[in-house]
């Protein structure tokens, strides 16, 4: 099966950093990916992490341990725009292409 | 604006009524996908198309029949809907490792 738990809630203040993590438990693993969704908006990508290590996109940084079963997003300088929920996803052997997404976390930048 | 538009936004019917939902998607992607998002959950997948053929999820129940009749086009059929059917989809396309999603449409079934 394909599991991908988050927390639900995350609160941080406008101009921290805030680490959102992702443990998965998937039947073969094809990277990891996170999408931010505004609330009446479509998921948009912000990055995939296909082996281990640290991808860096401007304010975005996005983890990945294959070993541990583990990813995080790592959020900095943040802004009030950032409050938004964080999904992780996943792919599993079944189909490269089955896009799997975890239970989401809600982010609250408060000023 | 991603290059999925979905059609309608918004859909109300009735338990007996059949509708259709349609997607669209010309970045050339080979792969298309149906989600369900409730309130409060996770994106569900509920179906995948590659390269038009399809892999189902199991839990989807009957109700829910997807067409894809050209790697541009995914429909999901509606019938004999339940109110707890009532959420927002949303199809995505995807070719590699990043999804484009539309904007979905909310289905309220009354």
């Known amino acids: 099966g394909q599991s991908l738990e988050q927390p639900s809630e995350v609160t941080a203040v406008e101009g921290a950093i805030v680490q959102i993590n992702c443990t998965y438990q998937?039947?073969?693993?094809?990277?990891l990916s996170w999408y931010q969704q505004h609330d009446g908006g479509a998921p948009t990508f912000l990055s995939y992490?296909?082996?281990?290590g640290l991808e860096e996109t401007g304010r975005f940084s996005s983890f990945l341990s294959r070993s541990d079963s583990y990813g995080y997003l790592l959020l900095q300088e943040l802004q009030m725009k950032d409050s938004a929920s964080y999904f992780c996803?996943?792919?599993?052997?079944?189909?490269?292409?089955?896009?799997?997404f975890g239970t989401g976390t809600r982010l609250t930048v408060i000023p | 604006e991603t290059g999925v538009t979905q059609t309608p936004r918004h859909l109300v019917m009735g338990m007996t009524n059949k509708k259709s939902l349609k997607c669209e998607q010309h970045?050339?992607?080979?792969?298309m996908y149906w989600y369900k998002q409730s309130a409060k959950k996770p994106l569900e997948l509920m179906f995948v198309?590659?390269?038009?053929?399809?892999?189902e999820n199991n839990s989807v129940p009957s109700r829910f029949s997807p067409e894809c009749p050209n790697s541009s086009h995914l429909f999901l059929h509606l019938h004999t809907l339940q109110p707890e059917d009532s959420a927002l989809y949303l199809c995505?396309?995807?070719?590699?490792?990043?999804?484009?999603f539309g904007q979905g449409t909310r289905l309220t079934v009354v």
């Open positions: 998937t039947s073969g693993f094809y990277g």
């Open positions: 996803a996943g792919r599993d052997q079944t189909g490269a292409n089955n896009l799997f």
């Open positions: 970045l050339g992607h080979n792969a």
């Open positions: 992490n296909g082996l281990d």
């Open positions: 995505a396309s995807s070719q590699g490792t990043e999804a484009f």
């Open positions: 198309y590659s390269l038009e053929e399809r892999v």
